[in-house]
């Protein structure tokens, strides 16, 4: 396929990607929308910003609208007939987006059960009937065990992000998951990297089931332009200044390895002048969000992070990705190098190299 219009959805389907300016698919869309449409289960693996999500939103939509169609109307409340699993909450909210200018003409219903909420606007949200659920694993197995909610009707069940999910433990919550659903449905996993412990689910759950690779996964995306700095006697911060002094369009993110490192960084920028948020993990979920918020807005055009803010983020505008202190694994790399350059833009990633970091063996490669 070259085009979404060879693709055999729905006309309503079609109309808004029209509509949205969507016309030719991405590699990894090209690969597995086919399969998806044809019910078959499959495992996804395709570099970060190559358009996953719309990978399994558009055959999700295509199945439950034309069961509707076919008078198969969804009459139980809380009790959905697909489910997307993802590891934050920030990317549930990301993924609820990437749905819903296309719930507008198929009229389904997308509702999220997302961590960082009370129970009580939990229980608010899955409400009545719906079609579509997007949540975290946390979450929803909580609600599992109190029979707040049923997966007994599941057609579709997709974990997405999965080696992030699986860096938090979450084999257990998956085997709990897909034992809630009915013995017969469609099971879609996506990855931008097959680790040690997405084989072991796959291996679990995800036996006999046809693995599908773009051809940038576990690559760099050739838009991604590199370059290495040679920080000496570990003083990064002078050429961060340097850098910092040169416009660049679009956002930055900044990585660190730690919580602490973030901090010191950040107090630094703002020590000089330097408008800057933190986004991290062991700090408070509203002030966090309000400065993914204040940076995907393009009020504040620097985020300092850890790895939290590596995988899952969307965020249009991010122009370069800086690599303060260099991660360990090319797993993690890979993820943090992936929020800029995302589905053919360009983008800019700069490493600062100690003396330390010369022994990290993936570096030779980037």
């Known amino acids: ?18 509509e949205k300016g969507l ?19 499959i495992v996804g693996v395709s570099e970060t910003g190559s358009g996953k999500t719309l990978s399994y939103a558009l055959p999700i ?53 997302l961590g960082g909420t009370t129970i009580e606007v939990a229980k608010r949200n899955i409400q009545g009937s719906f079609d579509i659920l997007v949540a975290t694993p946390g979450r929803l197995v909580k609600l599992l065990d109190r029979g707040m909610i049923s997966l007994v009707d599941i057609r579709v069940l997709v974990f997405d992000e999965a080696d992030q999910m699986l860096d938090h433990g979450f084999l257990p919550d998956a085997h709990r998951i897909v034992e809630a659903c009915p013995d017969v449905f469609q099971k879609v996993l996506f990855s931008a990297t097959i680790s040690p412990a997405v084989q072991d689910l796959i291996n679990d759950i995800f036996t006999d089931v046809e693995v599908i ?25 002078p050429s961060l200044e340097k850098l910092l002094s040169a416009e660049v369009e679009g956002g930055t993110i900044i990585f660190t390895n730690t919580r602490e490192q973030c901090d010191k960084l950040a107090s630094e920028l703002k020590k000089n002048g330097h408008s800057c948020a933190i986004y991290r993990g062991e700090m408070d979920k509203v002030e966090r969000r309000s400065n993914l918020k204040l940076f995907r807005d393009g009020k504040i055009g620097l985020l300092i992070s850890t790895d939290l803010a590596s995988r899952g983020l969307d965020v249009d505008h991010i122009g370069r990705v800086i690599n303060y202190h260099m991660p360990q694994h090319l797993d993690n790399y890979i993820h943090r190098v992936g929020r800029t350059a995302r589905a053919g833009r360009e983008g800019t990633v700069i490493n600062f190299i100690t003396e330390r970091d010369l022994a990290l063996s993936y570096l030779k490669n980037v």
């Open 1 to 18: 396929m070259s085009l979404f219009t060879d693709f055999d959805l729905l006309p309503s389907l079609q109309a808004t990607l029209a």
């Open 23 to 41: 016309i030719t698919p991405t590699d990894i869309q090209n690969r597995t929308i086919p399969a998806l449409l044809d019910e078959q289960s």
């Open 61 to 113: 939509l295509h199945l439950l609208k034309s069961l509707e169609s076919r008078g198969l109307k969804i009459s139980v409340d809380g009790q959905p007939r697909a489910l997307v699993v993802v590891p934050t909450r920030e990317l549930g909210e990301q993924v609820s987006r990437v749905f819903k200018p296309f719930t507008h003409t198929t009229r389904l219903r997308v509702r999220t059960l």
């Open 213 to 237: 690779k773009s051809k940038g996964s576990d690559k760099l995306v050739p838009s991604l332009k590199t370059q290495n700095l040679t920080i000496k006697d570990g003083k990064r911060y």
